[in-house]
């Protein structure tokens, strides 16, 4: 790890950069020595619904505009050139399917069927492309893919230009952000749950070349190994998001939620007054992070789904190591509401009880330790 002294004490990266704390001697690294390869980004996510017109109504009131709908599929994207970020196939349940990610080089995409026994085959998406399907030791279906065609830029919703102490940028006019939907630029992460999370933290690091920002670990229990992280792209010295990925451990294996950049704070309010108005439930929000110091926003959307508006997210190049921190509730916000029961899917339901049974019965990571320093940190 890279320090340097002043006035004789040792300053690390952790210190006024992410995280007070630092890898202890043994620790994982947090990524992988030689990885097959390196994804670009998180290219879209893909869920089944029932009623593809409820979700189009929505995905419009939350920010999105629409990049191609059929009869069995509707395509959803940002105002930022690219691949869409969304495809919601009509289904008979609603369900997460998986996430895909983006490769820079198509010769990536053959290094990886040649390592992992799989076929490159053509992928289902606006403007065409190549897949290669695999699944992670969760059990989700992941998609690589190489996009033969960008989606054209969009009109961007500017942001506000803002008054700061003497420095005055606005003068003679007023402030009136227009009562609209956040309008979504680009998709920014995803958040799962799973019971094997060692074994899913090093596949995408092994298998994907991704890296971690920031490690979580329960109270006492730091020696049993970090049970979140903060997972981003290597870009090399190109800084990219503080984290693309972010998996914790949990009785349930399953979609948590995923975020959407939009301009700026405002953006996020007047979008949250929109969508207050026209009767969606809120889930946690307005606030900013602490791991990543976005600021959020947390909806549901009408089949339960939390997606998150943000802005202002941290950027890190790969020399930037992993921070270590404890997981608490409290640790999720610098200032904001407190996390509320629905964002922390603290409500306790049938399914959530059928998890818990199963993961203490299975082979996997849950084990009475672990389930009650889960417990014990969405309290603390």
């Not at 820079?104 to 992928?123: M, N």
Request: hydrophobic share 35%; glycine share 10%.
């Amino acid at each position: 790890m890279s320090e340097t002294r002043v006035n004789g004490d040792v300053i690390t990266a952790h210190q006024d950069l992410h995280s007070e704390q630092g890898a202890l001697r043994g620790e994982h690294p947090g990524r992988s020595r030689n990885p097959v390869i390196k994804v670009a980004d998180l290219a879209w996510l893909e869920f089944e619904k029932p009623d593809l017109d409820r979700a189009e109504v929505f995905a419009r009131d939350f920010g999105f505009g629409v990049a191609g709908r059929t009869e069995r599929e509707l395509w959803l994207r940002g105002t930022f050139a690219g691949s869409p970020c969304m495809v919601i196939r009509r289904g008979r349940t609603s369900r997460f399917i998986g996430p895909a990610f983006r490769v820079a080089e198509r010769g990536d995409l053959d290094r990886l069927a040649r390592a992992t026994g799989r076929d490159v085959r053509d992928a289902d998406v606006p403007g065409g492309g190549k897949v290669v399907d695999l699944l992670d030791p969760s059990g989700f279906p992941v998609r690589v893919v190489h996009c033969s065609e960008r989606l054209p830029a969009l009109p961007e919703q500017q942001p506000l230009l803002l008054n700061f102490g003497t420095d005055h940028r606005r003068t003679n006019t007023t402030q009136r952000p227009p009562r609209e939907p956040s309008r979504i630029q680009r998709l920014g992460h995803v958040v799962l749950e799973t019971r094997v999370f060692a074994r899913a933290l090093d596949w995408y690091l092994d298998t994907l070349g991704m890296i971690v920002s920031d490690f979580l670990f329960l109270d006492g229990q730091r020696g049993r190994g970090p049970t979140m992280a903060f997972i981003r792209c290597d870009l090399g010295s190109v800084p990219a998001d503080h984290h693309t990925l972010a998996m914790h451990l949990g009785p349930g294996t399953g979609y948590v939620h995923s975020a959407y950049q939009v301009s700026d704070l405002d953006s996020i309010a007047a979008g949250g007054e929109y969508l207050k108005e026209r009767g969606y439930k809120r889930s946690w929000g307005i606030g900013r992070h602490i791991q990543g110091s976005q600021l959020f926003d947390y909806w549901r959307d009408p089949d339960r789904f939390m997606l998150e508006h943000f802005a202002d997210g941290d950027l890190f190049s790969c020399d930037v190591e992993p921070g270590w921190a404890p997981m608490s509730t409290s640790g999720l916000a610098q200032w904001g509401p407190p996390a509320t029961r629905d964002f922390l899917g603290a409500s306790p339901s049938p399914q959530r009880v059928r998890d818990v049974i199963e993961a203490l019965r299975g082979d996997n990571e849950m084990d009475p330790a672990r389930l009650f320093g889960l417990l014990k940190a969405a309290n603390s």
